[in-house]
């Protein structure tokens, strides 16, 4: 049951749109479910395999039992993609940096970032030394993810980011 995380600045409607895109191309069902409920409670009643977990709000927020939803999906060893948009000028914010840290501190099995919109920009992604599975492209994420308007080259870059996703889950140690 992996999770979708969206951090830094990324609207809902972005982190909807990437959710939705990948977990249609994933063949699996989309869960929504909110940061504000009791992590240890979700997590006892979802036991549903083909599904896939969009986590609504602040995943890093401590709830009044003393821990985060990060430090829960940690313990319970259960697989994370972030999600992320570009800033204005292009640029990944430092968010990305400092969740992929916070999950290395909280032993949260990460499979690694999507970028949802903007471009690619595949020499920084590479100086950034993050563990990139790719980007959405922005027209995908605003066409209401109507999979026969997507052209070719679109659907190659999410088959290439599933691909990725697929690969990076089996090779972490669960």
Not at 69 to 84: C, F, N, S, Y
Not at 89 to 101: L, W
Not at 104 to 131: A, F, H, I, M, T
């Amino acid at each position: 049951m992996p999770f979708l995380i969206a951090i830094g600045e990324t609207s809902d409607s972005l982190a909807n749109a990437g959710s939705l895109t990948l977990a249609r191309f994933l063949g699996v069902k989309l869960i929504k479910i909110s940061s504000e409920k009791e992590p240890h409670e979700v997590l006892k009643q979802l036991n549903e395999r083909d599904v896939i977990v969009q986590l609504l709000g602040d995943a890093a927020k401590l709830h009044s039992s003393g821990s985060s939803w990060l430090e829960v999906i940690g313990a319970w060893r259960q697989p994370v993609t972030l999600m992320i948009a570009p800033s204005i000028s292009g640029d990944i914010p430092g968010a990305a940096s400092a969740y992929v840290s916070l999950c290395n501190s909280l032993s949260v099995p990460l499979v690694g970032l999507v970028q949802l919109g903007g471009e690619l920009d595949l020499n920084k992604r590479r100086l950034d030394c993050l563990p990139w599975c790719g980007c959405i492209p922005s027209e995908l994420l605003s066409k209401a993810f109507s999979w026969e308007n997507a052209n070719v080259d679109q659907n190659l870059m999410i088959e290439e980011i599933v691909l990725n996703i697929k690969h990076r889950k089996r090779n972490l140690d669960l």
